[in-house]
């Protein structure tokens, strides 16, 4: 990377870094029992630099926004925890891993909202729960009707807070569509996409890998064949979500060959002239970002950087401000010559 990230890049990230250190330190000195609106002010600051100026591989970044959302809990402001919690556990399962002291403790208080502010909320899940199953007596369990009603049933215990038992549900629902119409059957798929999705909103990483993984079977016989409709995009574009699911589960082993997958495939491949444009400018440079992911997972920091480059240099056309600094801060991130920044006085 020499000569395209410079030393003054290097030297500005460790001074960002350290800024936001610092008001993390402060952050964390201020007690949440005595200066609550004093530590969470302090808490927010802290995670509008990080987005700012860090890189989302940082642990520093994860570390900010997870301390932020524990904090929104422990002030009892639920709303606004269940709002931001699985994006937080999903940026921390990529840094720390999915089984981290970090995402184990909000897990923890997501497991706790049942008690506290959802019990208003059984009523309507029983009568889901009852409509569904009414529906499924009346007209067979693989009618359309029946898979909404159970539908409308994983949405309920969504909206009580009771997570494992919405994941047990679809588990379930796709077993028993598996066994009655076989794994290759369209139903299984969409049923496993709305688990996969549902699942991943709540940060919820491993099951949501394992449950993507049943519908990225299934569809990409259908996105790889000639013909279909979004050609060569359609089949990289399949393969980058594919990657997201297992770099959120820390799984760089299954995400990197898949990647490799979609850049290969945009290189070799035809692409309509009506998206060619929105693959060369949007999706390429996210898998390049998600294969330089995987690299820091992985500890190749120098190869994750040029990736991480490659995916800054590929959104210039039309990329956003904003994924710009991303990318270009993810770059001086892995290079990590930074960190000799921060040894410096």
Same mark, same amino acid.
């Given at each position: 990377m020499a000569g395209l990230i410079t030393n003054a890049d290097y030297r500005q990230y460790a001074s960002a870094w350290v800024t936001v250190s610092r008001a993390l330190d402060r952050?964390?000195?201020?007690?949440? /029992? @005595?200066?609550?609106?004093?530590?969470? *002010?302090?808490?927010?600051?802290a995670v509008n630099l990080a987005e700012r100026d860090l890189a989302p591989m940082d642990r520093l970044f994860t570390d900010?926004?997870?301390?932020?959302?524990?904090?929104?809990?422990e002030l009892k402001k639920y709303r606004q925890f269940r709002h931001l919690a699985g994006s937080a556990i999903r940026h921390l *399962?990529?840094? @720390?891993?999915? /089984? *981290?002291?970090?995402?184990l403790k909000l897990r923890a208080r997501q497991r706790q909202l049942p008690q506290l502010v959802t019990p208003r909320r059984e009523r309507p899940l029983v009568a889901a729960l009852q409509r569904a199953e009414d529906t499924e007596r009346h007209k067979g369990p693989q009618d359309k009707a029946t898979t909404r009603a159970w539908f409308k049933v994983a949405a309920a215990?969504?909206?009580? /807070?009771?997570? /494992?038992?919405?994941?047990?549900l679809y588990e379930e629902r796709i077993n028993d569509t598996r066994r009655e119409l076989g794994a290759d059957h369209p139903d299984v798929a969409l049923l496993a996409q709305t688990a996969a999705e549902d699942a991943w909103q709540?940060? @919820?990483?491993?099951?949501?890998?394992q449950l993507y993984a049943v519908y990225y079977a299934a569809e990409k016989t259908h996105a790889d064949s000639e013909g279909a409709p979004l050609g060569a995009y359609g089949a990289a574009s399949l393969r980058h979500q594919m990657a997201s699911f297992h770099l959120a589960a820390f799984d760089p082993d299954e995400a990197e060959p898949v990647l490799r997958d979609g850049l290969r495939i945009l290189d070799t491949h035809t692409i309509g002239p009506r998206s060619v444009k929105r693959a060369e400018a949007d999706l390429r440079p996210m898998l390049e970002h998600g294969l330089g992911t995987a690299l820091c997972q992985q500890l190749d920091g120098p190869n994750a950087s040029k990736h991480f480059y490659r995916a800054f240099e590929?959104?210039?056309?039309?990329? *956003?401000?904003?994924?710009?600094?991303?990318?270009?801060?993810?770059?001086?991130?892995?290079g990590e010559q930074w960190r000799e920044h921060l040894r410096r006085p």
């Open positions: 952050a964390r000195e201020e007690s949440l /029992d @005595h200066q609550p609106r004093r530590a969470l *002010s302090l808490l927010n600051t900010v926004r997870g301390a932020y959302v524990l904090a929104l809990f *399962s990529r840094t @720390h891993g999915p /089984d *981290s002291p970090e995402v215990y969504r909206k009580a /807070d009771r997570y /494992d038992d919405m994941l047990q709540l940060g @919820h990483v491993q099951p949501a890998a590929n959104a210039q056309a039309i990329g *956003s401000e904003r994924d710009l600094r991303r990318y270009f801060t993810c770059a001086v991130f892995a």
